[in-house]
């Protein structure tokens, strides 16, 4: 069906073309919804959408200070493209006047001030613990939202369905909103949140948006969710409380139901097959409309690679509802790039999340980057590069000698780690390769980073099997935290982990994306509250918040040396020190009981005697050889 409509929708963009100037035309839509004065780059880019636009003969304004500089005139008629320079622009409305068929359109735009300049932007850092959750799957606020309210109306009906993995559930801002306590309780400091913004596609059983993977609209918050006003609220309400807040983006593709699909603004506008550009929207003998990715990020970096392999890798399509997005069009990744700055300007986020990062090619996703480190040279993006080689991961950031072209990326995702502990925690640890010397293996390459400190790790998230799968090992997930919470990583907790929720992508995603229970009406389960938590589930929360609590602020964990020890017998200790202070993690990597001797490890323990276990508040004494039990895992401070 989605092939069929991709065939149509171009076609009838074809037939536009020829019949726009016979029709009336209109100034429908302009993106962005207004802009700011005092940007380091004082140039903007107006997209406007409507009936024959593209045809005005002048667009003007007498807005002191206010220049336009270029009409770019697409493939399709219902765009335009203006370019205008704000330099010396003041706050204010400016009314923009679009000459067409002998009428003049009026149509206002809001110039605004800054809340601040850029460099005063703090985005997040290893002194950090991001908190990663889906607004559908957490909670449902009070304050039900209006799908009806904000730019337009969607054009899709939903229905919120608790028992189907795959569809809507509910959940949205105000829920997480209404528990902002709980993350402030729990000791995370940032939250991070699968994508707010609108993806108004119709919902099927064996597909729907609830993730927020599809975008239909860049400048508006999913009204399933809430509004803008919602949002920024939110991120206003989470700064009162000491937290941050990173925005999910996803420059790589847009969802089907986005008004470029069905009008194309130019043909190279999305990454379409050869086949389908030469015949203008005629199948072929394959019966497909698309390039389907390989899935593997390999070829990006890979000096052998072949062009086929390099093309379905950044060119293909992830599944047919989510069109690929041709970055090396400067029109569209110019509306990209000043729509991430929107955002930062409008809601005030604290960093971004880039989805799919080496997907998207790489020069403009460069250019992306280095201009948004020169407007706020504090701010923080990270991007997901999926590939568990430290190898490739360390090229994509900002700064490598590893690859030819800058990514200026200060923040990449460690999927080694996620991989190495995802396995150590099946095995023991043996004296070569096995359990946690797959750790130890992995941090030894960590010279490839020009800065490991802006490295992201975490034990799973929202498209990982969740860390305990199908079961309840709760010595296994103490001991990935303990080792996430201490190494030198920025760390990213997947929702739920705090309370041992399980679940695997076996069936579909949905089952490691769960409903946080007690976050939702008619839930008798209710984990916000100790109360409402089993003991094991408050055993986990207190242990996980107490250490938590203790990385707040620590300079040991912050700004501290990381040493770590070859694991011997099984024990793998890793240490952290900064101005004579010291934060000691051992694992004892098997199933059995063993012997930590600890003279072994007197260049970081020194004379320290009586030392207190952080999650625990047991003390323990490092004078004498340490007995640890089967899996155990300690977190000493001294």
Not at 53 to 69: H, K, M
Not at 167 to 182: E, F, K, M, P, S
Request: proline share 5%.
């Amino acid at each position: 069906m989605k092939k069929i409509l991709l065939l149509t929708a171009i076609l009838m963009a074809n037939m536009l073309t020829v019949s726009a100037a016979k029709q009336k035309v209109t100034v429908d839509r302009i993106d962005p919804t207004d802009w700011f004065v005092g940007m380091k780059n004082s140039s903007v880019q107006l997209m406007v959408y409507g009936q024959g636009i593209r045809d005005a003969e002048t667009v003007t304004t007498d807005y002191p200070g206010v220049v336009i500089d270029s009409l770019v005139r697409l493939d399709s008629p219902n765009y335009l493209l203006i370019y205008m320079n704000l330099k010396e622009a003041k706050s204010g409305t400016m009314t923009l006047n679009f000459k067409v068929q002998k009428k003049t359109i009026k149509k206002t735009f809001v110039l605004k001030d800054r809340e601040m300049t850029g460099d005063k932007r703090q985005g997040f850092t290893i002194a950090d613990v991001l908190y990663l959750l889906m607004p559908d799957r957490f909670a449902q606020g009070t304050a039900s939202p209006n799908p009806s309210k904000g730019r337009g109306e969607v054009k899709h009906q939903y229905r919120v369905d608790r028992s189907a993995p795959s569809l809507r559930h509910g959940g949205n801002i105000q829920g997480i909103r209404d528990h902002l306590d709980y993350f402030c309780d729990l000791g995370v400091t940032a939250l991070w949140f699968t994508p707010i913004l609108e993806n108004d596609s119709p919902d099927m059983m064996e597909w729907s948006t609830y993730h927020g993977y599809a975008c239909t609209d860049y400048y508006r918050v999913d009204p399933r969710f809430g509004t803008n006003e919602d949002y920024r609220q939110l991120i206003d309400a989470c700064h009162a409380k000491g937290l941050k807040v990173v925005m999910d983006m996803i420059f790589n593709h847009c969802g089907f139901e986005h008004p470029w699909v069905a009008d194309l603004p130019s043909k190279d506008w999305l990454n379409l097959s050869d086949w389908l550009k030469q015949s203008g929207g005629t199948s072929d003998s394959r019966g497909t409309d698309f390039l389907q990715t390989s899935y593997k990020l390999t070829p990006v970096l890979d000096p052998y690679a072949s062009e086929v392999d390099l093309r379905e890798t950044t060119e293909g399509w992830f599944v047919s509802t989510m069109p690929d997005l041709n970055q090396n069009n400067p029109h569209l990744m110019r509306y990209l790039i000043q729509n991430s700055i929107w955002w930062i300007e409008t809601a005030g986020i604290d960093g971004i999340r880039m989805d799919t990062y080496p997907y998207a090619f790489r020069k403009p996703m460069a250019q992306w980057m280095k201009e948004l480190d020169e407007e706020y040279p504090n701010f923080n993006t990270v991007g997901e590069t999926w590939v568990t080689e430290p190898a490739y991961t360390a090229a994509w950031q900002k700064d490598s000698k590893l690859s030819d072209i800058n990514s200026y990326l200060k923040t990449v995702m460690d999927f080694s780690f996620q991989e190495k502990l995802d396995s150590a925690k099946h095995e023991q640890t043996d004296a070569w390769w096995r359990g946690m010397n797959r750790l130890y293996n992995s941090f030894c390459y960590d010279y490839l980073y020009p800065n490991p400190s802006s490295v992201m790790a975490f034990l799973d998230n929202h498209d990982t099997d969740r860390f305990l799968g199908d079961g309840q090992d709760s010595l296994a997930l103490k001991q990935g935290l303990a080792l996430l919470m201490t190494v030198n990583r920025i760390p990213q907790l997947y929702y739920g982990t705090e309370i041992m929720m399980n679940g695997t992508k076996a069936k579909t995603d949905g089952h490691v994306r769960k409903d946080f229970p007690g976050g939702f009406p008619g839930d008798t389960h209710n984990c916000f509250t100790a109360e409402g938590r089993t003991k094991g589930e408050q055993q986990m929360f207190s242990w996980l918040s107490r250490l938590l609590h203790w990385r707040q602020n620590n300079d040991v964990i912050i700004k501290g040396k990381m040493k770590q020890f070859i694991p011997m017998n099984g024990i793998y200790v890793i240490a952290r020190q900064y101005q004579g202070k010291t934060a000691l993690t051992i694992i004892n990597g098997t199933t059995k009981p063993a012997t930590m001797e600890v003279k072994r490890y007197k260049e970081v323990i020194g004379s320290a005697a009586r030392v207190k276990d952080v999650p625990t508040g047991r003390y323990y004494d490092l004078s004498q050889d340490l007995q640890l039990k089967p899996r155990q895992t300690l977190v000493l401070s001294y």
